[in-house]
């Protein structure tokens, strides 16, 4: 039985939060307690083998954990599972934020309780397929996985256009993934005329093989479904809406994992498979995500919903990550998922804490807001040091992310990483001026006197995330050390073969 | 020595995650007792440190652990003892500590005790890595860190508008320098391979030649990061405002520490500045221009803070043209000098707000008589920073003004006009800091209650900086005394020969020397005397009254501070926020969504028409089935 686990640990990671909520059906829908405690014992008991899992890790050894045994024979389908350190933070991450999530939702959530945590189960089980998945068909079954639980995450749960947001994130990520779907059975499909058989693992196509001019269109499906996701600028649209609307726990999960599995599969896919086609492509790449990081900036000034707000400061942080993905080197690589993480944990938790307001004054404009740090200072300090974390101050976790992805993006492009750099300028302005108005200033409306500071299990979720928000400010090194040799092997794969 | 310098920093660390954490259940005493005890403890610390390094004058690097090591950029946490950092740690810790003392007063009656003391301490810390880290990352950490208490503690009364708006400022502002300061820092990851200073001025120094383009552009970006920091043309706005934080905070981070870490951080980059005889006229013609635009507006303010504030730009700017000239040891000096001087002035002026509740100068008056403490180390400061002879500033100034003379005299003609700017802004200094003088301690008491002398934790230490005023200047005694300029000697390693560098040092003769000795002091003197004559008692002021009445657009903008702020917000702040309406309203709303929402309406569209069509009806079904076939027959016949 021992035995059978330990071959199995990444099955075993990504269906029991699926069998968890299988279990869940069985709850009768009144026993709310039950089915919360029930749910974060689950997710807690993941992140328990998560954290397993980084101990287990050897940072050379390449791909471990593999499970490989056949599944569509037919078709040559595997199931075929494996992690890298590159996966290996994003398991982390998903693992991490899962309990937070649904620690946090306990006071927020009260319809439809069971079907909440079933969703956010199925969802985790996407997340993770998606992250682990080594073979092409399992990868799409996994994303295709994901749409539908955080569909109904933001349309039952959410706020008042919710509907409108939810089938906005829908059909954005469809189009995507339905382009990509095209794109895994064209590479395919060619890769059968040319050897006579069917080969659906990902490790094949490293690269692809395929002719310069025959790469173009597969890349571009791939890279626009990813781009859609991250989202890149002009693709991003959806995601003010989606974040907006979701509740509290929808915007954490999707901030902080789903929008990384845009990065994730422009890593694992566009960029190691098609070298032709991204050398061509590099300059728009560049240059789309270096008018997301000041774009994304921009529009934050103009908000004053401060969720709206933090939803487009996604979009200019993400800039930085795609910047880092392909300036290509390895500082700016092993920065740019550094920065993943870091963007999954602070984003995160000023959702926490927007959330946590919310739901004492039920709205999210800033004008409703002032002086809140005399009624709140411990809600005040937490959201300024998760701010300050997501400005890049140094001795945080932001700082070495964009720092590195910066240093690394100098050594190519000079000028961009330069002009990209007074993001951190705009950044600033932005997320102090909200800071500003929110906590500073006198109060200016009566409601705003009476308010109760964190509660416990608050701040337990809030300060389970300022705990990596520190720990990585002050020593990067341990998890760059477990990522950089995957990073330095995609690389070494693409840069012979750029023209 | 290596477990020294590492508790030198982690005790004020431990200071404030105490405070932080404990502080609201701790009782005061014990507040104060874990806020002064790790900063007095780090200044033992720094005194054994300092012993050390005299009694073997090497400078030493320790490596505690390497914070990440990526794609050939690696970055240790270590810090290490050299002649600048020596000097540096030893007033940092000395003004810091003293600062401490007083802040037991004068936050007496503060309800946030600890989050204050907490502050503090987080300040030395970050302070304390700026000063000792050995590579350019670790030193940006504390530069960063600095830059956040001081955000926190100019926005200490977070519920008032001007201590919240400015704190704000001065984060965003400091952040524009920081850009330039991060640009520099790529520059040299690039082209050097390491971050550490032994490693990259090593290179350098080996052969100069090879980097002379880059090592332009590099000093230019860090002095980017400097002019924000230290408060120079043209992102100085900020200190201003700074003020509205509680005066000891100005005392230790707005004059006496952060704000020289500009001019710490050019020295420390000197190797890079000498290679760019561009970029060290840059930092001269700035720092000059600073000192005299800053100056000018002392002269008109009537906010005892502000007048300082202003004062102390003008210092910053001298120490740049110090810098500029290639005088880093005087820069330095001045640097040193200024922090006792500067330090006891926002002390004094602390305890003047502190028996007044006023910070306006006019509303204070006659304090001499009530205020005996705080008038004598309140003049000894003002004598220094006038540049009267024996106390710190006239040493330290005169060095400065000398070698500006002796730097235009060696091929540089045109920086007599920077020394003629100089000679100006000190008349100016020496006017405006005796203007104040006679205002508030000269004539009656204009204001309101019985001002009395504060509490003497806040008096000793205006004594102990006070007194020193008188004594400091003596490390760097001019040569034509034939008395050791242990400040030189000491600064010596800082600046090596290399050969293909600009120099440091250029000649005076003697009888220059004097020449210029005297001139610089009675230029002072003639500051002093204006500043009396119109100033002394409260009937003598009518000549500026209606001087002010004559020339009230003159006057309006002298103290409207040349309406910077109102320019930069018109220009900088009005082009970001139509920027920010345009790409939210414009690309977002209509180019992006525009197409977006359209094609989602016709979808809805389609799917309306087609909705009609599928009625359930089976009779319709039938029809279009038989439509269709004889569509299909029509187009195959």
Known sequence: ?499 | MKAALLLIILAPLAGFLINVFFGRRLPRAGVTAVAVGSVGLSALLALFVCGAYLSAPEPAAFEYYTVLSVGGVTIPFALQADALSILMLFFVTFVGFWIHIYSIGYMEHEEDYARYFSYLNLFMFAMLTLVLADNFLLMFVGWEGVGLCSYLLIGFYYQEKWPADSGKKAFIVNRIGDFGFLIGIFFIATHFGTLRYEEVFAKLQADPGAYLGVAGIIALCLFVGATGKSAQLPLYVWLPDAMAGPTPVSALIHAATMVTAGVYMVARCNLFFRSSPEAMAVVAVVGALTAIFAASMGLAQTDIKKVLAYSTISQLGYMFLAAGVGAYAVAMFHVFTHAFFKACLFLGSGSLIHACHTNDIFEMGGLRKVMKTTHWTFLFSTLAIAGIPIWAGFFSKDAILASVFAFAGHHHGWAYLLWGLAVVTAFMTSFYMFRLYYVVFGGEYRGKGHPHESPTSMTLPLVVLGGLTAVVGFLGVPVVFHLPNLMERFLEPLTPAVEGLAGTTFHLSHGMEWALMIGSVVVAGLGWLAARALYRTDASWTWVKGFTARHPRLYDTVFNKYYVDEFYDRTVGAALRGVSRFCFSIIDGVLIEGPVNLSGFFVELTGNVLRFLHNGNLRTYALHIVLGVAILLWLVF
């Not at chain 1, 992140?47 to 050897?58: G, S, Y």
């Not at chain 1, 050894?61 to 996966?87: K, L, R, T």
């Not at chain 1, 995507?176 to 590479?187: E, K, Q, R, T, V």
């Not at chain 1, 995160?348 to 002086?371: I, K, S």
């Open chain 1, 1 to 499: 039985m021992a035995r059978l686990l330990t071959d199995h640990l990444l099955s075993v990671l990504i269906f029991l939060p699926a069998a968890a909520a299988a279990a869940l059906a069985f709850f009768p829908g009144r026993a709310k307690g039950a089915i919360r405690g029930f749910t974060l014992a689950v997710t807690a008991a993941g992140l328990l083998l998560a954290v397993w899992l980084l101990a287990a890790f050897r940072p050379d050894a390449g791909f471990q954990f593999n499970e490989w045994a056949p599944w569509i024979s037919y078709f040559n389908i595997h199931w075929f599972v494996g992690m890298d350190g590159i996966s290996l933070l994003m398991v982390l991450l998903t693992n991490f934020l899962m309990p937070v999530v649904i620690l946090s939702s306990t006071r927020f959530i009260t319809e439809h309780v069971k079907a909440y945590h079933i969703a956010f189960l199925l969802l985790q089980t996407g997340m993770l397929g998606s992250f682990l998945a080594l073979d092409f068909f399992l990868f799409y079954i996994f994303w295709e996985v994901m749409l539908i639980p955080m569909y109904f995450i933001i349309g039952v749960w959410g706020g008042k256009q919710r509907v409108y947001a939810a089938v906005k994130f829908f059909i954005f990520t469809a189009v995507g993934s339905f382009l990509m779907f095209l794109a895994i059975l064209w590479m395919v499909a060619q890769r059968y005329s040319a050897t006579g058989g069917l080969d659906f693992a990902i490790f094949s196509y490293y690269p692809s093989g395929l002719a310069a001019a025959s790469q173009v269109w597969p890349f571009l499906a791939f890279t626009l479904a990813f781009a859609i996701k991250v989202p890149m600028f002009p693709f991003h649209t959806w995601l003010p809406d989606a974040h907006t609307e979701a509740p509290a726990g929808g915007s954490i999960i999707l901030a902080g994992v789903l929008l990384k599995l845009g990065a994730y599969g422009m890593l694992r896919f566009s960029i190691p498979m098609f070298p032709a086609a991204l050398a061509q492509f590099l300059p728009w790449l560049v240059g789309l995500s270096l008018v997301g990081i000041l774009y994304g900036a921009w529009v934050c000034f103009a908000q004053d919903d401060l969720k709206k707000l933090i939803a487009y400061s996604s979009v200019s942080h993400l800039g930085f990550v795609t910047l880092g993905l392909f300036a290509l080197t390895p500082a700016s690589v092993s920065g740019a998922v550094l920065q993943m993480v870091n963007h999954g944990l602070s984003t995160g938790a000023l959702f926490l804490l927007v959330g946590v307001l919310y739901e004492r004054r039920h709205t999210r404009m800033m004008a409703d807001f002032g002086g809140l740090a005399k009624t709140l200072p411990v809600t005040t300090a937490l959201f300024l040091v998760v701010a300050l974390s997501s400005i890049g101050l140094p001795g945080l976790n932001g700082f070495w992310g964009e720092f590195l992805i910066l240093v690394g993006t100098f050594q190519a492009h000079p000028w961009t990483a330069a002009v990209a750099a007074s993001g951190v300028i705009f950044s600033a302005v932005y997320l102090l001026t909200a800071v500003r108005r929110v906590f500073f200033g006198p109060v200016t409306h009566e409601e705003n006197t009476g308010l109760a500071d964190l509660d416990l299990r608050e701040l337990i979720c809030a300060a389970a995330l300022l705990v990596p928000i520190v720990w990585i400010g002050v020593y990067p090194k341990f998890l760059l050390d477990r990522i950089t040799p995957a990073i330095e092997h995609t690389l070494s794969i693409v840069k012979g073969l750029m023209p």
